[in-house]
């Protein structure tokens, strides 16, 4: 099995791929943990799902640089496996237009290669992470760029925390334009707010790439943003997972 492990500021997401398809878990980033626990609690999420075969490849994108050896070394001690490493120095199918290169999102060149592979160029992809981002692929293999803003729930905890009587609410509930209640109005002006931002860059966006240019959303918001967004075309739930899995698969098919 390979597993794959995406690194994200507020949550980690660990799968293994075994027999066509992921089997995922979400779990609370922690820079404090070790590679130890790392595996106590690989173990115990591998046992509950009963996959017992053994894990004989590690893909990791971070962008928590103080995970980077725990995982490493989670690799290499527990399970045997050097583990590779999402950069840019990978071959990714794509050439990066970015400055400096070393600046673009371990995940955002994970999503960039799946939504590639999968669905070809241009492409544009949507993540709502803890930021939501927007990358985009040209039709001449380019990485162009993107834009990052600041994600739902990032924006909720900004506000409950800053203000004296807005309170902390769950992005979960109703949400019309205008609300009828603070919780209502909390959750029309985060949630439809950023639907309205992100048509507009994606609007932008097939401006400089072309109207055919693919949208594909992935991110644990995916699944309440996407019925928004008009301009959406398809969610990937394992976008990232799925890039660790072609990036990894090609680099041992070039060093074999």
Same mark, same amino acid.
């Given at each position: 099995m390979?597993?794959?492990?995406?690194?994200g500021n507020t949550h980690t997401v660990l799968?293994?791929?075994e027999s066509g398809r992921w089997? #995922?878990?979400r779990v609370h980033t922690n820079p404090a943990?070790?590679?130890d626990e790392h595996y106590t609690m690989l173990r115990a999420l591998l046992e509950a799902e009963g996959l017992t075969a053994p894990i004989t490849g590690v893909a990791i994108c971070s962008v928590v640089p103080a995970l980077e050896e725990p995982l490493r070394q989670l690799a290499r001690r527990w399970l045997g496996c050097e583990p590779l490493f999402v950069s840019h120095a990978l071959a990714l199918g794509f050439r990066v237009d970015y400055e400096p290169p070393t600046a673009v999102g371990a995940d955002r060149l994970a999503n960039a290669v799946a939504a590639v592979h999968h669905f070809g160029m241009p492409v544009i992809v949507v993540d709502f992470g803890t930021a939501t981002t927007l990358d985009a692929v040209s039709r001449e293999g380019v990485y162009v760029g993107g834009a990052i803003l600041p994600g739902v729930e990032l924006m909720l905890e900004s506000l409950a925390g800053r203000t004296a009587r807005l309170p902390r609410i769950a992005i979960e509930g109703a949400c019309q334009p205008i609300g009828k209640s603070t919780p209502e109005s909390l959750r029309s002006g985060v949630l439809l707010g950023s639907?309205? #931002?992100?048509?507009h860059l994606l609007r932008l966006f097939r401006e400089e790439l072309g109207s055919d240019a693919r949208v594909i959303a992935t991110g644990g918001l995916a699944p309440r943003f #996407?019925?928004?967004c008009p301009s959406i075309q398809q969610v990937e739930p394992m976008l990232t997972l799925d890039g660790l899995r072609i990036l990894w698969q090609r680099h041992h098919r070039e060093v074999a």
């Amino acid at each position: 099995m390979l597993l794959g492990i995406d690194v994200g500021n507020t949550h980690t997401v660990l799968g293994v791929y075994e027999s066509g398809r992921w089997r #995922a878990w979400r779990v609370h980033t922690n820079p404090a943990r070790t590679e130890d626990e790392h595996y106590t609690m690989l173990r115990a999420l591998l046992e509950a799902e009963g996959l017992t075969a053994p894990i004989t490849g590690v893909a990791i994108c971070s962008v928590v640089p103080a995970l980077e050896e725990p995982l490493r070394q989670l690799a290499r001690r527990w399970l045997g496996c050097e583990p590779l490493f999402v950069s840019h120095a990978l071959a990714l199918g794509f050439r990066v237009d970015y400055e400096p290169p070393t600046a673009v999102g371990a995940d955002r060149l994970a999503n960039a290669v799946a939504a590639v592979h999968h669905f070809g160029m241009p492409v544009i992809v949507v993540d709502f992470g803890t930021a939501t981002t927007l990358d985009a692929v040209s039709r001449e293999g380019v990485y162009v760029g993107g834009a990052i803003l600041p994600g739902v729930e990032l924006m909720l905890e900004s506000l409950a925390g800053r203000t004296a009587r807005l309170p902390r609410i769950a992005i979960e509930g109703a949400c019309q334009p205008i609300g009828k209640s603070t919780p209502e109005s909390l959750r029309s002006g985060v949630l439809l707010g950023s639907v309205g #931002a992100i048509e507009h860059l994606l609007r932008l966006f097939r401006e400089e790439l072309g109207s055919d240019a693919r949208v594909i959303a992935t991110g644990g918001l995916a699944p309440r943003f #996407a019925p928004n967004c008009p301009s959406i075309q398809q969610v990937e739930p394992m976008l990232t997972l799925d890039g660790l899995r072609i990036l990894w698969q090609r680099h041992h098919r070039e060093v074999a």
